[in-house]
């Protein structure tokens, strides 16, 4: 869907993309993640030509970033913005006819849309009206109103209470369930693993990971479990393993030549009762931290 070689950025002496390259599959929540800085905004204004690379090529659905595909892609940028004098559905249609749909069929739709995201009282009503939570969730329908095939949010959840969190990700969801594509970026990385499907971790402008989730963490996967129990940590201590406690439980690091059967024998047979065991993944955080210091 959305292939970037080799792309480079620079602001006056700050270089902000170093040689970029990624793909990102069809039908996927593609996460684009990294801390503050890492280049992600950049690399999204550059899919949406906002910005032009200084050298190296992308390509949109087969197509380099232009109008010939804008009508394809939703867009719901880092600074949100709307025009505070407009009604709220006037501003939906005015996005739709942006990208191509009639006047009628964007009303209909953005009334639809506006009932699901529970504003539909609001929609005769101006946006200077609205809280900075509504009036992102206007903004979010506006990237969604025209039903594109790719799907570019630059932290969406930014400022959103919990239970609206909730609603766009399963809006997002169901969005890429549809066998459409979305780029989802973002700094919070535990926000993140909870529903991406494949991912590219930028550091300083540069790639650091890139792959599926899932096939990422079989790739970083320690020798570790983790368990819960009432029993204290240094009942667990035995056989060289290292263990810290996580969330209601215990995070258990086993050394090489230990397996977590015979490990999880010995713990029974020392009389232990063990409530819940389970193999411990190591969290996006986890992993950027240990690419990003180890290489």
Do not use: C
Not at 130 to 152: C, N, R, T, W, Y
């Amino acid at each position: 869907m959305i292939e970037l070689q080799n792309v480079r950025k620079t602001y006056d002496r700050f270089e902000a993309l170093k040689g970029l390259s990624l793909a990102v599959p069809h039908g996927v929540v593609f996460g684009l993640l990294g801390p503050n800085g890492a280049g992600k905004t950049t690399t999204i204004r550059i899919l949406m030509d906002i910005i032009r690379p200084d050298s190296g090529s992308v390509t949109i659905l087969g197509r380099p970033p232009g109008l010939a595909v804008q009508h394809r892609i939703g867009y719901l940028p880092e600074e949100r913005g709307l025009y505070r004098k407009m009604k709220v559905v006037d501003h939906l249609v005015f996005f739709g006819e942006l990208k191509r749909m009639k006047a009628s069929e964007a009303r209909r739709r953005s009334l639809e849309l506006l009932e699901r995201f529970g504003l539909k009282d609001w929609a005769l009503k101006k946006t200077e009206a609205l809280s900075k939570g509504m009036q992102q969730k206007v903004q979010f329908i506006g990237a969604i109103l025209h039903e594109p095939d790719i799907l570019v949010l630059d932290e969406p959840f930014s400022g959103l209470d919990p239970i609206n969190q909730e609603l766009m990700k399963d809006e997002i969801v169901r969005f890429a369930r549809a066998g459409k594509t979305v780029i989802f970026s973002t700094h919070v990385l535990p926000q993140a693993e909870q529903f991406i499907d494949a991912l590219a971790l930028i550091n300083r402008g540069e790639l650091v990971l890139e792959g599926r989730l899932d096939k990422i963490k079989e790739d970083y996967a320690e020798n570790r479990i983790h368990l819960t129990t009432a029993a204290g940590a240094g009942a667990l201590a035995m056989r060289g393993a290292e263990v810290a406690p996580r969330g209601e439980g215990y995070s258990v690091t086993l050394p090489k030549d230990l397996s977590p059967r015979e490990y999880l024998q010995a713990v029974l047979a020392s009389g232990v009762d063990l409530e819940q065991f389970r193999p411990d993944e190591p969290s996006l955080e986890e992993i950027f931290m240990k690419v990003v210091k180890h290489g």
